[in-house]
Every structure is written in C-alpha cells, then in structure tokens.
Nanobody, 121 residues
Framework: QVQLVESGGGLVQAGGSLRLSCEAS????????RAWFRQALGQEREFVAA?????FYADSVKGRFTISRDNAKNTVLLQMNGLKPADTAVYSC?????????????????WGQGTQVTVSS
C-alpha cells in the first residue's frame, strides 16, 4: 500500500522560510513523478512544483521555492524561501508513475494528507 506523509508545515512571518518533506512508502520508486500542490481556504487546489528528470514550478513560486528529492530515502523536499501571506495554504504532496504534459493538474494517483503553512504579515 502506497503512503505519502508530509511534514514541516507551520507558522512563519512574511519573508521567512520553511522546508516541507514528503516521505513515500510502498510501491513508489525513484522514477515516479513527485509533486506539490496547495489549497487555500475557499480556493481550488493549485500546482506548486514537480520533479522528474527536471523540475517544474508555478510562476507564483519560481525563484523562491525549490523542489528536490532524496531517492535513497524516497523523500521529496520543498524548500520555501521569501514566503508571503499569499502562500498560506494546505500543502499536499502527490505522486504518479507517468509524467505527461498535464503534470500541473491535480491528476495524480497518490496523495498525502496535507500540512498547513501559514504566513503572517
């Protein structure tokens, strides 16, 4: 059974940093596409970043967030710098086997439970 578990969320002041972690267990291997999405209160889930052989970012986080993976630990990290109040949301990690051009859509096979990130002004 595949399981994704996020950690690292919390409360931070604007301009601060947080690092989210997503540990996978089960059938997920290093070739899987791994991604982060976020959902603010009352809004739809939106793409943040993805990693395969390369990395992909939403325009809103480009230059501030960095996605990386530790294949030995089957873990994906999201380093978030220069946080803004607009970044406040529940952040969820996701995984699927195949890449495809729709990596920015929330069409993934496996999801974590989410972790809250709150940025105060």
């Amino acid at each position: 059974q595949v399981q994704l578990v996020e950690s690292g969320g919390g409360l931070v002041q604007a301009g601060g940093s947080l690092r989210l972690s997503c540990e996978a267990s089960g059938l997920i291997c290093s070739s899987y596409v791994r991604a982060w999405f976020r959902q603010a209160l009352g809004q739809e889930r939106e793409f943040v970043a993805a990693i395969t052989w390369s990395t992909f970012y939403a325009d809103s986080v480009k230059g501030r967030f960095t996605i990386s993976r530790d294949n030995a630990k089957n873990t994906v990290l999201l380093q978030m710098n220069g946080l803004k109040p607009a970044d406040t949301a529940v952040y969820s990690c996701a995984a699927r086997r195949y890449f495809g051009g729709n990596y920015y859509l929330p069409q993934y096979d496996y999801w974590g439970q989410g972790t809250q990130v709150t940025v105060s002004s």
